[in-house]
């Protein structure tokens, strides 16, 4: 299999795994890992992770856009991560 600008060559994308990551402080993204699927399931075995809450905080106007709260989301003895 070989990367080749838009394309795989030999294979079908559909039977592939193609991560792209995005370079910080740039719109620049670069493929991280491809690989062809096979015969393993790699979601078999994996932590299942839950959304509950995600904001946005607006810089410019300190205000804070909520995003999504799940309904069993509860604020009560949550710290103030990543918040100076």
Known sequence: ME???DRLE???ISDTYLFIDKRSG???RYCKS???KGDRDYT???TKWTL????KEHVSSNK??????????????????GRN
Not at 52 to 55: F, I, M, Q, S, V
């Open 3 to 5: 990367y080749s600008g």
């Open 10 to 12: 030999g294979s079908d």
């Open 26 to 28: 740039s719109d620049d």
């Open 34 to 36: 491809v690989f062809a």
């Open 44 to 46: 078999c075995g994996q």
């Open 52 to 55: 509950l809450y995600k904001e």
């Open 64 to 81: 804070v856009e909520i995003l999504y709260q799940h309904k069993s989301y509860r604020r009560e003895g949550v710290g103030e991560i």
